[in-house]
């Protein structure tokens, strides 16, 4: 089954800063990966998924990820972080395409004004 | 915004009582996922639904139980409630699965389990 792992349970970045959430999967067949964010009480929504239609992947709020399959990774960067970014971003994948999707253990982004 | 309500909203509760969780989808989605949510572990699945009677077990499913009498609602009950199953309980929804399945969720339901 697909795992997927995120590195880092808390990032701190400066308003303006480069965002760079690390995400690695595990996976011996194409793999299916999202990004998802959290604010604060709320439920998750999704910010951007792959497809294999392309390995650079543009989601919402100027966030984008790219697939490197040599890496088995799916890396989330946004160039310049805003405030209203501060959250909890969760990476997702499935191997197969009935597979369940695993969740990685998230990642909470600060916001440094 | 997807159609998806989660009640009760909080809910406080002794060891030892039955509670259940409601997930109602305006959305007519097929699939329907009952996940919870801890610190450190992320989000795991409890149980998850293909179709109107049709449930399966997902990687934490011990201590809970589901039905879905009606595509639109998702039941998730705890029998005999314990510490352990405190936790904040989301509600999903897809289309389908894979790469088509996105997942919509509600704004989830924090359980206390004194």
């Known amino acids: 089954a697909q795992s997927v792992t995120q590195l880092g349970s808390h990032v701190s970045v400066s308003e303006g800063a480069l965002v760079l959430l690390r995400c690695n999967y595990s996976s011996s067949v194409p793999p299916y990966l999202f990004w998802y964010v959290q604010y604060p009480n709320q439920g998750l929504q999704l910010l951007l998924k792959?497809?294999?239609?392309?390995?650079l992947v543009k989601g919402i709020n100027g966030f984008e990820a790219e697939f490197k399959k040599s890496e088995t990774s799916f890396h989330l960067t946004k160039p310049s972080a805003h405030m209203s970014d501060a959250a909890e971003y969760f990476c997702a994948g499935g191997g197969r395409r009935n597979e369940k999707l695993t969740f990685g253990t998230g990642t909470r982004l600060t916001i440094i004004p | 915004d997807a159609g998806i309500t989660q009640s009760p909203r909080h809910k406080v509760t002794e060891t030892g009582t039955p509670v259940t969780l409601r997930c109602h989808q305006t959305?007519?989605?097929?699939?329907m996922y009952w996940y919870r949510q801890d610190p450190g572990h992320g989000l795991r699945l409890i149980h998850y639904s293909y179709g109107v009677k049709d449930t399966d077990k997902g990687e934490v499913s011990d201590g809970y139980s589901v039905s879905r009498s009606k595509t639109e609602d998702f039941l998730l009950t705890l029998e005999s409630a314990t510490s352990s199953q405190t936790s904040v309980y989301f509600c999903a929804i897809s289309e389908g699965t894979g790469s088509s399945g996105e997942l919509f969720f509600g704004e989830g339901s924090r359980l206390t389990v004194l």
């Open positions: 959305e007519n989605h097929r699939y």
């Open positions: 792959y497809t294999s239609a392309a390995t």
